[in-house]
Protein backbone atom coordinates (compact mmCIF):
# COMPACT_ATOMS: atom_id res chain seq x y z
CA UNK A 1 0.00 0.00 0.00
CA UNK A 2 1.21 3.40 -0.99
CA UNK A 3 2.18 5.51 2.40
CA UNK A 4 2.26 8.64 0.21
CA UNK A 5 0.56 10.44 -1.92
CA UNK A 6 3.08 12.31 -3.98
CA UNK A 7 3.61 10.48 -7.06
CA UNK A 8 4.92 12.02 -10.63
CA UNK A 9 1.99 12.86 -13.29
CA UNK A 10 3.64 10.39 -15.51
CA UNK A 11 3.59 7.15 -12.94
CA UNK A 12 -0.44 8.65 -12.16
CA UNK A 13 -1.12 9.11 -15.70
CA UNK A 14 0.78 5.24 -16.37
CA UNK A 15 -1.41 4.02 -13.00
CA UNK A 16 -4.46 5.19 -13.94
CA UNK A 17 -4.19 4.45 -17.54
CA UNK A 18 -3.77 0.72 -16.17
CA UNK A 19 -6.14 0.69 -13.39
CA UNK A 20 -9.02 1.44 -15.51
CA UNK A 21 -7.71 -1.31 -17.95
CA UNK A 22 -7.57 -3.72 -15.42
CA UNK A 23 -11.29 -2.91 -13.78
CA UNK A 24 -12.68 -3.42 -16.45
CA UNK A 25 -11.76 -6.70 -16.78
CA UNK A 26 -12.00 -7.06 -13.10
CA UNK A 27 -8.41 -7.89 -12.54
CA UNK A 28 -7.55 -4.54 -10.55
CA UNK A 29 -6.73 -6.02 -7.43
CA UNK A 30 -4.79 -9.14 -8.90
CA UNK A 31 -2.73 -6.16 -10.90
CA UNK A 32 -2.06 -4.30 -7.98
CA UNK A 33 -0.59 -7.48 -6.52
CA UNK A 34 1.59 -8.36 -9.39
CA UNK A 35 2.98 -5.08 -9.28
CA UNK A 36 3.78 -4.71 -5.87
CA UNK A 37 5.82 -7.69 -6.25
CA UNK A 38 7.50 -6.48 -9.13
CA UNK A 39 8.26 -3.04 -6.99
CA UNK A 40 9.87 -5.38 -4.16
CA UNK A 41 11.46 -7.26 -6.96
CA UNK A 42 13.05 -3.77 -7.93
CA UNK A 43 13.92 -2.72 -4.65
CA UNK A 44 15.85 -6.21 -3.43
CA UNK A 45 17.77 -6.49 -6.71
CA UNK A 46 20.01 -3.39 -7.53
CA UNK A 47 20.75 -5.10 -10.62
CA UNK A 48 17.63 -5.66 -12.40
CA UNK A 49 16.73 -2.09 -10.77
CA UNK A 50 19.61 -0.79 -12.50
CA UNK A 51 18.50 -2.61 -15.78
CA UNK A 52 15.57 -1.48 -16.06
CA UNK A 53 16.41 2.30 -15.99
CA UNK A 54 19.52 1.83 -17.83
CA UNK A 55 19.11 4.38 -20.93
CA UNK A 56 22.05 2.42 -22.88
CA UNK A 57 19.75 -0.84 -22.82
CA UNK A 58 17.38 -0.73 -25.76
CA UNK A 59 14.08 -1.12 -25.75
CA UNK A 60 14.16 -4.45 -27.96
CA UNK A 61 16.66 -6.34 -25.91
CA UNK A 62 14.82 -5.02 -22.52
CA UNK A 63 11.42 -6.49 -23.83
CA UNK A 64 13.04 -9.50 -24.49
CA UNK A 65 14.05 -9.86 -20.72
CA UNK A 66 10.89 -8.79 -20.09
CA UNK A 67 9.43 -11.72 -22.18
CA UNK A 68 11.63 -14.55 -20.81
CA UNK A 69 11.52 -13.42 -16.92
CA UNK A 70 8.47 -11.78 -16.31
CA UNK A 71 5.64 -12.64 -18.88
CA UNK A 72 5.50 -16.11 -17.68
CA UNK A 73 5.14 -15.05 -14.06
CA UNK A 74 2.51 -12.15 -14.31
CA UNK A 75 -1.01 -11.43 -15.66
CA UNK A 76 -1.15 -10.87 -19.86
CA UNK A 77 -2.54 -7.54 -18.93
CA UNK A 78 0.97 -6.74 -16.60
CA UNK A 79 3.24 -8.03 -19.46
CA UNK A 80 1.27 -5.57 -21.95
CA UNK A 81 1.65 -2.86 -19.66
CA UNK A 82 5.00 -3.82 -18.88
CA UNK A 83 6.03 -3.50 -22.92
CA UNK A 84 3.75 -0.27 -23.48
CA UNK A 85 5.76 1.21 -20.30
CA UNK A 86 9.25 0.27 -21.55
CA UNK A 87 8.76 1.16 -25.18
CA UNK A 88 7.73 5.09 -23.83
CA UNK A 89 11.22 4.94 -22.00
CA UNK A 90 9.14 4.66 -18.68
CA UNK A 91 10.84 0.96 -17.57
CA UNK A 92 12.86 3.29 -14.78
CA UNK A 93 9.46 4.24 -13.09
CA UNK A 94 7.87 1.42 -12.97
CA UNK A 95 8.18 1.33 -8.74
CA UNK A 96 7.12 4.56 -8.93
CA UNK A 97 3.97 3.62 -11.06
CA UNK A 98 3.38 0.22 -8.91
CA UNK A 99 3.20 2.83 -5.78
CA UNK A 100 0.67 5.17 -7.51
CA UNK A 101 -1.18 2.75 -8.85
CA UNK A 102 -1.79 1.07 -5.11
CA UNK A 103 -2.72 4.90 -4.05
CA UNK A 104 -5.54 4.87 -6.72
CA UNK A 105 -6.62 1.34 -6.29
CA UNK A 106 -6.95 2.01 -2.78
CA UNK A 107 -8.91 5.10 -3.00
CA UNK A 108 -11.16 2.77 -5.57
CA UNK A 109 -11.63 0.58 -2.66
CA UNK A 110 -11.78 3.17 -0.15
CA UNK A 111 -8.84 1.78 1.95
CA UNK A 112 -6.92 4.05 4.02
CA UNK A 113 -3.65 3.19 5.38
CA UNK A 114 -3.27 4.31 9.43
CA UNK A 115 -0.10 4.08 11.47
CA UNK A 116 -0.90 3.65 15.24
CA UNK A 117 1.92 4.08 17.51
CA UNK A 118 1.52 3.24 21.33
CA UNK A 119 3.74 2.50 24.29
CA UNK A 120 2.58 -1.15 23.94
CA UNK A 121 1.84 -3.40 21.77
CA UNK A 122 -1.64 -4.09 21.49
CA UNK A 123 -3.86 -7.43 21.54
CA UNK A 124 -5.45 -8.55 18.39
CA UNK A 125 -8.69 -7.38 19.70
CA UNK A 126 -7.50 -3.85 20.91
CA UNK A 127 -5.90 -3.67 17.33
CA UNK A 128 -9.46 -4.36 15.66
CA UNK A 129 -11.02 -1.98 17.99
CA UNK A 130 -8.67 0.81 16.76
CA UNK A 131 -9.40 -0.49 13.28
CA UNK A 132 -12.85 -0.23 13.23
CA UNK A 133 -13.10 3.09 15.41
CA UNK A 134 -10.66 4.79 12.85
CA UNK A 135 -12.35 3.62 9.96
CA UNK A 136 -16.06 4.50 10.95
CA UNK A 137 -14.42 7.73 11.88
CA UNK A 138 -12.98 8.53 8.33
CA UNK A 139 -15.76 6.47 6.75
CA UNK A 140 -13.35 4.05 5.06
CA UNK A 141 -11.71 0.77 5.06
CA UNK A 142 -9.02 1.44 7.86
CA UNK A 143 -5.56 -0.45 7.30
CA UNK A 144 -3.49 -0.33 10.52
CA UNK A 145 0.07 -0.84 11.21
CA UNK A 146 1.26 -0.98 14.54
CA UNK A 147 4.47 0.68 16.13
CA UNK A 148 5.66 0.32 19.34
CA UNK A 149 7.68 3.35 21.11
CA UNK A 150 7.71 3.37 25.25
CA UNK A 151 8.73 7.05 25.05
CA UNK A 152 4.90 8.07 24.20
CA UNK A 153 3.93 6.76 27.73
CA UNK A 154 0.67 6.00 27.18
CA UNK A 155 -2.23 6.60 24.62
CA UNK A 156 -1.86 6.54 20.90
CA UNK A 157 -0.60 8.16 18.16
CA UNK A 158 -2.38 8.14 14.71
CA UNK A 159 -0.94 9.26 11.27
CA UNK A 160 -3.29 9.01 8.65
CA UNK A 161 -1.51 10.40 5.37
CA UNK A 162 -0.40 13.51 6.56
CA UNK A 163 -2.48 14.00 9.23
CA UNK A 164 -1.23 13.24 13.20
CA UNK A 165 -3.18 13.10 15.92
CA UNK A 166 -1.50 12.64 19.16
CA UNK A 167 -3.59 11.40 21.91
CA UNK A 168 -0.43 10.59 23.66
CA UNK A 169 0.06 11.03 27.31
CA UNK A 170 3.50 12.49 26.47
CA UNK A 171 1.80 14.94 24.33
CA UNK A 172 -0.34 15.74 27.04
CA UNK A 173 2.07 16.02 29.66
CA UNK A 174 4.20 18.11 27.21
CA UNK A 175 0.70 20.65 26.86
CA UNK A 176 0.45 21.03 30.75
CA UNK A 177 4.02 21.68 31.27
CA UNK A 178 3.75 24.71 28.70
CA UNK A 179 0.65 26.02 30.06
CA UNK A 180 2.15 26.23 33.31
CA UNK A 181 5.25 27.70 32.08
CA UNK A 182 2.71 30.15 30.48
CA UNK A 183 0.96 31.19 33.72
CA UNK A 184 3.98 31.38 35.83
CA UNK A 185 4.69 34.59 37.57
CA UNK A 186 7.38 36.87 36.18
Not at 59 to 64: D, H, M, P, V
Not at 75 to 84: E, I, K, R, S, T
Amino acid sequence: MAQTTHHSATALTYARALLELAQSTGQHEAVGEQLASLAQALDADPTFKAFMADPSISAEERGRVIDKALRPQVDPVVANFLHVANGHGRSALLGEIAGAYQFLLDQLTGKIEVDVTVAHELSPEQLEEVRARVGKALNKNAVVRQKVDDSIIGGLVLKVGDKLIDASVRSQLQGLKRQLLERRPR
